[in-house]
């Protein structure tokens, strides 16, 4: 069995007072598409910004391929990328200049950064635009940006925020098929979003988390069990929990 | 190069693409020598202008020459009272006790053709009266038993530049300290979180300390920019125009190798906490219109003390007022430029009064930078 990349062990979060995450836990393997669904609000974000360092959790732990987010965060953050719906970008910087700011911080040499912002144009398809500011470019074009820059250190770990929520049809077809081929590159792919119907064609593995707990978790057709697909299943579930 | 470097010249090359920053700095520098040209017109013509002074009655023989010679044209009217209120600057009668003299206050022309007038008058009475003791054979030194001989100890136009350069070199070195670099600071912290850009960078390994400190070195360098941009172009303006009028004394206003010493010194002190201070303000806010809206009362802050030396020319404080931060700069500058010399314990403190203010501005930025709130507001 593949080994665990993310290991979140009852995870606790209080933002103001709100009690955002309330003993979640799961494990996110390497080589897997993990979702991570719940309705609006129900502490997708929150759990991922925790494991991504941003946030540090209250009680219970996050550990990212062994290191736990605590005691080592700069040494997760080299091993995580993320994309979230939020596309932003530096207007006045290129494309390329935006992806390299970011590799740079990410460190390494001069010339290997070069290398692997040429890589990431290629294999996201962005020579076209690479050169033209961030401020003319479109919002699919944006969001690879986006992307790019979340992968252009080569994460083993990935994470996708609600990641085609602001993109049109073939942008987030685009969004999808990378996911897949990072899956088929040997990367943990953890998915977080509410729209179930792209979960069920792409995850492996699902937990369903709502109001803070999780209240369902295992494989696809195991989360699924007898109802005709995850969004019957989710329901029940969701209603089950109130 | 380590993220502060990386950050620096990545926030370096965003500025420069910004074209309200270039904006900001070019017009610094362009309006600084319009004004300065216009006060050089305006105090020009004011010193070589003639006023006009209506009279009624004979004029007394001989001052008539003396009236021409200082700027005054004399114009016969009907009505001294009445024309001084408007046809004329002042108006005269002469009658067989003297003269009547008419001016309205409120008017500057009145005021100042009333001190021509005076000066002529009492040059007048003197030449007079050692005439008349003269005709008696009584020596007209008899009306002067302490008689003075001004020795100035540097040159009075010198003094008068000086004066001038006193008050206008640390107003406009505080303001464009503070205005030069503001949009790029909020573009950088308010800015950065209203783009949503801001998790993403946070994201990086680079320590939060090391991005912040990139951020403020470059909102430093352009501040520092626009102060300098903005005083270099005064000097040329200055050393291409004179002041005063020919007659006067006109004079011409430069700045001594020492006060530009201390005024680079300070532009470096008040550039960083300046930087300091907007970013933790724009850090603060959710967006750039709300930095600018945090940010607004710092004018009136920093224009305050940048002001008190045309309030109060002879503000000499003691050394404990050194320790106002903005103030001390103001008068530093003030003593360097003035007297040409400085009081190395009024630097010293005022140095160490800004190094603190820069170091409570830049921890404050820190703490608001670091915290989760700065994502969670957002």
């Not at chain 1, 709502?210 to 697909?229: M, P």
């Not at chain 2, 216009?38 to 020009?44: D, E, G």
């Not at chain 2, 302490?146 to 100890?153: A, G, I, Q, R, S």
Request: charge should be neutral.
């Amino acid at each position: 069995m593949t080994e665990s990349a993310v290991k979140v062990d009852r995870l606790e979060k209080t933002l103001g007072s709100n009690r955002v995450l309330r003993g979640i836990s799961f494990e996110a393997r390497s080589g897997e598409i993990f979702g991570l669904l719940g309705p609006n609000g129900a502490g997708k974000t929150t759990t991922l910004r925790v494991i991504c360092t941003l946030l540090a959790p209250d009680a219970g732990s996050v550990e990212v391929l062994g290191f736990d987010t605590r005691l080592a965060p700069r040494e997760v953050r080299r091993r995580v990328g993320v994309v979230t719906a939020e596309i932003g970008v530096y207007p006045r910087l290129t494309a390329r200049e935006n992806i390299a700011y970011f590799a740079e911080l990410s460190g390494g040499v001069d010339g290997e950064i070069n290398g692997r912002v040429d890589a990431v144009l290629d294999r996201l398809d962005m020579r076209d635009f690479a050169n033209q500011r961030a401020e003319s470019l479109s919002s699919g074009q944006k969001q690879k940006v986006a992307i790019a820059r979340a992968i252009v250190h080569d994460p083993p770990v990935l994470m996708f925020d609600e990641p085609t929520s602001n993109l049109d049809v073939l942008a987030s077809r685009e969004i999808r098929e990378f996911m897949v081929e990072a899956k088929g590159r040997g990367k943990c792919v953890i998915f977080s979003t509410h729209v179930l119907h792209d979960a069920e064609r792409l995850c492996d593995r699902v937990t369903i988390i709502h109001q803070g707990r999780v209240v369902a978790s295992g494989t696809t057709s195991e989360v699924r069990g007898g109802y005709q697909d995850l969004e019957d299943s989710f329901l029940s579930l969701v209603e089950a929990a109130r | 190069m380590n993220s502060v470097g990386i950050v620096f010249m990545k926030e370096i090359r965003e500025i420069l693409r910004d074209r309200r920053t270039l904006m900001a700095i070019g017009l610094a520098a362009l309006a600084t020598p319009v004004v300065l040209f216009v006060i050089s017109q305006v105090s020009t013509k004011t010193a070589s202008q003639t006023y006009t002074v209506g009279y009624t009655g004979d004029i007394p023989s001989g001052l008539e020459i003396l009236f021409s010679s200082t700027g005054l044209k004399l114009e016969r009217i009907d009505d001294p009272a009445t024309a001084a209120k408007q046809q004329v600057d002042i108006g005269i009668a002469f009658t067989s006790s003297g003269i009547d003299e008419y001016y309205d206050p409120t008017r500057q022309s009145a005021q100042i053709a009333d001190v021509r007038l005076q000066t002529i008058l009492s040059r007048y009475d003197a030449a007079r009266i050692a005439a008349t003791l003269q005709q008696k054979g009584v020596d007209p030194s008899v009306l002067d038993p302490l008689p003075v001989t001004v020795h100035p100890l540097s040159s009075p136009t010198k003094a008068a530049g000086n004066s001038f350069l006193s008050f206008f070199l640390p107003y406009i070195l505080i303001t464009m300290s503070l205005t030069g670099g503001l949009s790029a600071a909020l573009d950088t912290s308010a800015g950065e979180r209203e783009r949503k850009t801001l998790e993403s960078l946070l994201l990086t390994p680079a320590p939060r300390s090391h991005v912040l400190i990139g951020k403020i070195l470059a909102v430093t360098a352009i501040s520092l920019t626009a102060a300098l941009a903005a005083i270099v172009s005064m000097l040329i303006a200055l050393s291409q125009i004179s002041f005063g009028g020919a007659q006067n004394g006109a004079f011409n206003v430069a700045l001594s190798p020492l006060a530009a010493v201390v005024m680079v010194w300070l532009a470096v002190l008040l550039a960083a906490s300046f930087s300091c201070l907007t970013i933790a303000l724009g850090t603060l806010a959710r967006n750039f219109r709300q930095g600018q809206a945090y940010a607004t009362p710092l004018y009136f802050i920093t224009i305050f003390p940048a002001s008190i030396v045309l309030f109060i020319p002879d503000f000499n404080p003691n050394v404990a007022y050194y320790l106002i931060p903005i103030l001390n700069a103001v008068l530093v500058l003030r003593d360097a430029i003035t007297h040409d010399a400085v009081a190395w314990s009024a630097l010293a403190v005022t140095s160490a009064s800004l190094v603190l203010t820069g170091a409570l501005c830049f921890y404050a930025a820190l703490r608001l930078f670091t915290r989760e709130a700065l994502l969670v507001r957002s």
